[in-house]
């Protein structure tokens, strides 16, 4: 009997899912008007990573409107609740009505693949993700290797410096908001490997804050390194990095900046922004996909050489904060980066 009912519910959704396909993917067959959704497995505010996935899909939507297309585009907020995304994520697929769905971040798509093969015509571009083996799921994922081992190369130069805060200590930090494998595999071991690089003997402490939004918690923790010896460090917590800003501008340390350039943030207290171009990728392949042309169903990997990871170098803070023998520095490492002498293939 419930074999019965999940046979019939099944193929209910197929019968609605290929009428949609019929009518172009869409509600609106009249207007043949393409809807784009915007899934974010958090909150935007403060997520340097979904501020850019949003923007670059409405840029993109921009675009296409005013080439007289008409699409439009609804940013979805999933909340901070993890186990919560799975059902959200199935209630808006099994609504029919986006023509694409478009997230980012590495857990997604485990999510999203047993739901894809409920309803097999639904497409999704995942962002700062990796899968293969599904059609209908396009991923593109940053080397974080390389942008981990740029932030960890100059965190290490300026904790060795006779900066201002700089203390006789070859220690930095990081505070995740949680452990993840991206972050464990990738992304704190090349942030050592790159301060080890630099400054031999440079440790890492780790730090982890339990959620990608508790400020205060972020603070405790900043200030705890920071007695512990850390005059530098890197925050990858989503809304939580707020409480490591505050916490700088209290206490004096510096801060590696992850994902997009933050030295507006902190003045004076930022040392380096390493970035994923994620709005532009999300801009171009959003637009590729309105107009045909994205190839799907493949992960891609894209670095330094590629121009979506990079160390901003040209900010005016960057240029006032940080001493030039360090500059000229990191600007030898992008070098031998770009040139193939230092190879950090993404793992
Ligand atoms: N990054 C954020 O900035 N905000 C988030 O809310 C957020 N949530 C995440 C949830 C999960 C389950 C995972 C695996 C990653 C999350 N990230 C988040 C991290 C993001 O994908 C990326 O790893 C970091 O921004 C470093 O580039």
Redesign the pocket.
């Known amino acids: 009997m419930k074999k019965l009912l999940s046979i019939f519910i099944f193929s209910l959704f197929l019968f609605v899912s290929i009428q949609n396909l019929v009518a172009g993917g869409s509600h609106d067959n009249e207007s043949k008007t393409m809807h784009i959704a915007v899934f974010v497995?958090?909150?935007v505010s403060?997520?340097?990573?979904?501020e850019m996935l949003c923007a670059g899909v409405r840029s993109a939507v921009a675009e296409s409107t005013a080439n007289g297309n008409t699409v439009d585009v609804t940013v979805i907020e999933a909340g901070?609740r993890?186990a919560d995304w799975g059902t959200k994520m199935t209630s808006l697929v099994a609504q029919g009505t986006y023509d694409l769905i478009v997230t980012?971040?590495?857990?997604m798509p485990e999510i999203i693949d047993p739901i894809s093969r409920q309803f097999p015509i639904q497409k999704f571009l995942i962002f700062?993700a990796w899968f293969s083996g599904n059609p209908a799921i396009t991923t593109f994922r940053?080397n974080?290797r390389e942008?981990g081992y740029l932030s960890g190369y100059i965190a290490a130069l300026v904790s060795t410096s006779s900066m201002e805060y700089a203390n006789s200590q070859k220690k930095i930090g990081l505070i995740a908001?949680?452990e993840?494998?991206?972050?464990n595999e990738i992304?704190l071991p090349a942030f050592r490997e790159g301060a080890q690089a630099a400054v031999p003997g440079c440790t890492v402490d780790f730090r982890v804050v339990g959620n990608?939004?508790d400020a205060t918690k972020a603070a405790e923790l900043s200030r705890a390194m920071k007695n512990a010896g850390c005059d530098v460090i890197m925050p990858?917590?989503?809304?939580a990095?707020q409480g490591v800003i505050a916490a700088a501008k209290d206490t004096g340390f510096y801060i590696a900046w992850?994902?997009d350039n933050g030295f507006i943030k902190a003045p004076g207290l930022i040392i380096s922004s390493a970035v994923?171009a994620q709005e532009r990728l999300a801009y171009e392949k959003t637009l590729a996909f309105i107009t045909g042309s994205l190839e799907t169903g493949n992960p891609t990997t894209l670095g330094l050489s590629d121009g979506y990871i990079s160390l901003v170098t040209d900010d005016l803070q960057y240029i006032e904060t940080v001493p030039q023998d360090i500059r000229e520095k990191m600007n030898q490492i992008l070098t031998s980066l770009k040139n193939g002498t230092i190879s950090l293939p993404a793992r």
């Open positions: 497995p958090g909150i403060g997520s340097p990573v979904y901070t993890q980012s971040n590495p857990a700062d940053y974080q942008q908001a949680q993840y494998p991206a972050m992304i990608w939004y990858i917590a989503g809304g990095n992850f994902d994923m």
